[in-house]
Every structure is written in structure tokens, then in C-alpha cells.
């Protein structure tokens, strides 16, 4: 099986060529001009299916307020902002995502989420947040990001400097299936083409492994079967306090 599987995902590869030679010589960046039309348009579908697996898992959001304040919440790779409608009422919002043609639909999202105080967007990666201060977020969300991020283990390590102590950690992310089922199979197989079509996005990530080794105080984590297509239905869901 594994001898198959890397075949035909070397097979795959090979057909990719073009794709890694549009990327070579740095024509991909028109892709990334597209790639926020096909999110904004995907992520009302992916709310739909997902939604009541969002609101539980960011129904204990408040319990992470400062006595006396407001609920200070940084999204990283907040896209077009899917998880706005989730976020507590009264919530101070920043923003913050690599790709500079999301602020377009981000600012859509807002004008129809009025119920959050927006602070900020700004246009940084998971890696590097050095415009947030140490210990002053009270969440970190992230939701379909760490899949794409080039450091995982970087883009934890800063999730958990910005927060304060007791602040938590929330993420909803897609993952790697189990070694013995199909969907590990295809995942392998197809991750050469994905690679391109989720714009740096690994379907083959064991994003948990990070996320236990992160060096939070407290780990809320299950791992979930998602309504969605078989390639991306194993997901992790939970929450990392400091």
C-alpha cells in the first residue's frame, strides 16, 4: 500500500510540473489575487456544514474576559472573516492574515458583524506577529490556517507570546486521517496538486503533535469527523490555555 501510494503520488507530481514552474518564476502570485474569491464563496458552505461544531467551540470564548473588560480576540489568517458571527458581542477584534487581497470581503464581513469592535487588520504571516505586543491578547483563533503555515511550531510559539497568562488558544483544523484508512491513501496521493489549489496548503499535516508540543498549560483537543468532502473530513478542535 504505501509503495502504491507513493507512486502515484509521485505520478501526480509529475503531472505538476507546470504548476511548479508557474511558481518558479513567481507567476503564482496572480493566484493568490483569485484565491480570496474562491474562499469567500467556499467559506459560506463550510460555515453551513461546520456551524454548530463552531459554536461549540467557541461558546466558552467569554470565560477567557478579563474581569471588568472586553474580550480582546486576535484571528490569525482570518481570511474573509468565516468566524466573526461566533464571537461573543462587545469582543475587541484584530486581525491579521499574509494575503493582503482578503481585506476587500473582510470588510463586507464586518460591516455585517456589527456587534464586534474592530481594531485592526493587519497583513502579517502566523510566524511573525512582531506588531503584537507580548501578554496582551485574551484568545488567539486560528481555523484552517495552520494547515498552510510554513512554521507551525513558529506560528505557536507566537499564538502563545501575545497571550496573557490564563489567555487561551482556540483552533479548528483539518489534519492528516489515520495511516489505515483511504482517506490517509489520497490524501498522500493528491497533496502535490493540493499543495497549489489551497495556495501552500498540507492536507498530510499531523497539526496535534504541534499543537501538544506547543508548551500550554492546559490542552483541550479532540479530534472530530467533519460533514465535509473525505480529503479534508479528519479535523482537530479545541482550545490551549497558557
Request: neutral net charge; contains cysteine.
Amino acid at each position: 500500500m504505501t509503495s502504491v501510494m507513493r507512486f502515484l503520488s509521485s505520478v501526480v507530481n509529475i503531472l505538476c510540473i507546470p504548476l511548479h514552474l508557474i511558481h518558479a518564476v513567481g507567476l503564482y502570485g496572480i493566484y493568490k489575487r483569485i484565491f480570496p474569491i474562491c474562499i469567500n464563496r467556499m467559506t459560506k458552505s463550510y460555515n453551513k456544514k461546520m456551524h454548530d461544531k463552531k459554536k461549540d467551540l467557541f461558546r466558552v470564548l467569554p470565560e477567557f474576559k478579563k474581569a471588568g473588560g472586553q474580550l480582546t480576540i486576535l484571528e490569525i489568517g482570518c481570511g474573509a472573516g468565516a468566524n466573526f458571527e461566533f464571537y461573543p458581542p462587545g469582543s475587541r477584534l484584530i486581525c491579521t492574515d499574509p494575503n493582503p487581497h482578503f481585506e476587500k470581503y473582510l470588510t463586507e464581513t464586518m460591516a455585517k458583524n456589527d456587534h464586534l469592535r474592530y481594531e485592526r487588520f493587519v497583513v502579517a504571516s502566523g510566524e511573525d506577529l512582531r506588531a503584537v505586543e507580548d501578554d496582551s491578547i485574551d484568545a488567539v483563533v486560528c481555523t484552517l490556517v495552520l494547515c498552510s503555515v510554513d512554521d507551525v511550531s513558529q506560528t505557536l510559539r507566537e499564538a502563545h507570546r501575545i497571550l496573557r497568562p490564563g489567555g487561551a488558544f482556540f483552533f479548528l483544523e483539518h489534519v492528516a486521517g489515520d495511516t489505515s484508512t483511504w482517506t490517509y491513501f489520497f490524501q498522500h496521493v493528491l497533496q502535490p496538486l493540493w499543495y497549489y489549489f489551497g495556495d501552500g496548503c498540507w492536507i498530510v499535516r499531523e497539526t496535534w503533535k504541534y499543537v501538544e508540543e506547543a508548551g500550554f498549560s492546559d490542552l483541550k483537543l479532540r479530534h472530530i469527523e467533519a460533514p465535509l468532502f473525505f480529503i479534508i473530513k479528519p479535523h482537530i478542535s479545541g482550545y490551549a490555555v497558557k
